[in-house]
């Protein structure tokens, strides 16, 4: 077995990337603290052709040294706006015919590999601040909530780790429908 090179991963440049068709998938933010996970959020969102990124309240944006060093540049191919407060977020999404769906812990969540995908629709992920979770205002406001399944003493993941297990639990099921 021999790693690939960076010619051979074949992937697009920056320009054509944001000419590609996207995964039908919002990632917002909602009053994430720290700048790593907002990073992360945007070199995950790349990896798996996210249409957008929403950042509310008190999350970091761009142009931030402390988000390019785990962003790795994706800041400047994934399409993301700014919202004062979730409210906003959950108006825009709405408007642009997403479902509106929590990442928490909650009575009534669905598990995540219960959630199933509707052909055609699109989601606005929302995954909240590293202690408080996910906004009430999100919550009253969800079409879904979903929750990843854990079976260790910690009552979390942390929030740069749950958005890839979802993202590549759903990119992964939208390709199946």
Not at 9 to 31: E, W
Not at 66 to 71: D, F, G, L, P, S
Not at 144 to 169: M, R, Y
Request: net charge negative; proline share 3%; aromatic share 6%.
């Amino acid at each position: 077995m021999q790693k690939l090179s960076m010619d051979q991963l074949n992937r697009p440049d920056v320009d054509a990337f944001k000419n590609l068709q996207k995964t039908p998938i919002i990632v917002v933010l909602d009053n994430v603290r720290s700048l790593h996970n907002v990073g992360s959020a945007f070199r995950t969102g790349d990896g798996f052709a996210i249409e957008k990124i929403m950042l509310c309240g008190i999350t970091g944006t761009p142009p931030h040294r402390e988000i390019e060093k785990t962003a790795l540049g994706a800041t400047q191919s994934i399409t993301w706006s700014y919202h004062k407060d979730v409210a906003e977020a959950i108006q825009q999404a709405q408007a642009e015919g997403a479902k509106i769906v929590a990442i928490e812990q909650a009575e009534g969540s669905i598990p995540l590999q219960e959630f199933t995908i509707s052909e055609g629709e699109k989601y606005a992920l929302f995954f909240g601040n590293e202690v408080h979770g996910v906004s009430e205002e999100v919550m009253e406001q969800a079409d879904a909530c979903i929750e990843i399944p854990q079976f260790g003493t910690k009552h979390s993941l942390n929030v740069s780790v749950t958005i890839g297990i979802v993202l590549w639990d759903l990119v992964g099921k939208m390709k199946l429908v």
